[in-house]
């Protein structure tokens, strides 16, 4: 026995030296490529996207990868500068930022010749999806590859609607009814809210979801012409002011101090805010202790009370990779991405640190191997079904997103009413539309 094992640890350290020589002579035929690869994220994503990064580099040694991550609060900021500058990483992980400065004149690499000639494999992707968010509808040029598919994700604190006697419809909240139950919680406990939201979750998400389930298709399309009336605008800010009004959202001199996190409001934390709504991509940074663990729970998101012709939420990809034209090496750039997407290794490294893997064989593998976070998949099973068109994405995006925030600013300190603060934001976005027409 003793013998069989010894024999069997030679056997093993032979297979490593063998692969060891291997990996080397593999590298000493290439030369060394250094490349640097960007992204925002928590403790968990990071630490995910590390392993993954170590697979690569141990499979292709010849190249070097830095790795440059932090958290989202003034990730844009840093990526805008960076862009100006011609420093964004050799492969860069966005939010539709890269579409924007797209849409602005700043170059990026097709990735089309690299799928063509093999090195990147778009396979076992959802071609809809590669064509809705990834594609340039004017060029063709695929520019974005998904990191994973999410949805727009409502967790609900049951137990801060137990102790106020607060009850979720059967059929889960609505625009109308949760004004009334926000007021009753507020009542019931002067300290609790029933909606955790900042600035971006009004305009980013809440907005276009509203105005999409009242009109049905997209807000604004890609070449910047708006898909709603000012009275649809009007209708969302009333609904804003009432939750303001009724203390269903915390006044905005608190709420304010965590618009770049909101999940760092220690009412959240503390229980005292009955709803945080979010990516399902964010999710884990959502549930951070043992109190939030037992009891929060993922429920439908926001709809109209009525028949559901235009119950639809936005279900688009959680983020992307691309390559900018300021790539040294764009070829071994492709393959990092496609290693990230497509190798099930790597996938089972990642996990969900990106929500729901947009790639199905990745998807499949983990689910085989329970790796899916039941949190994450509860929020895409339940946004999938309400999955909408594409929400646009203008060449003034950023621009039109600043505006509506200081309106929902003169709403929520009572310095204008939903129908004066509607004609004025309207006639500034259509302004700002017209000039790229």
Known sequence: MKKAIILLLVLLLSFAAVFATGAKEEAEKHEEVELRIGWWGDDARHEATLAAIELFEAKYPWIHVEAEYQGW???????????ASGTVPDVTQDAGQVTYVVKQGAQWTDLRPYVADGTIDISN??????DAYCTDSASG???LLPTGIQAWTTLQNNDLLKK???EMPANGWTWEEIIPAAKKLHEVDPEAYMMNVSLETLVTWMLPMYIQQKVGGCVITDDSYLQFAVEDLQDYFQWVKDMFDCKGFQPRNEAQLYDGSPLENPKWAGGKLAISQFSSASYSWYVFNDYLKENTEVV???KFKGPADNDTIVVPPASFWSIPASCQHPKEAAMLINFLLNDIEAGKALKTVRSIPANSAVLAALNEANLVDPGIARAVELGSPRACVKRGSSAVGNEISQVYQNYIEELAYGRMDAKQAAAACYAEVQALCDTVH
């Open 73 to 83: 609060d003034g990730w844009q900021t840093k990526f805008f500068a960076q862009v």
């Open 125 to 130: 992707f959802s071609k809809s999806l590669l």
């Open 141 to 143: 040029m695929l520019y």
């Open 164 to 166: 106020t006697g607060i």
């Open 300 to 302: 439908q998101t926001l």
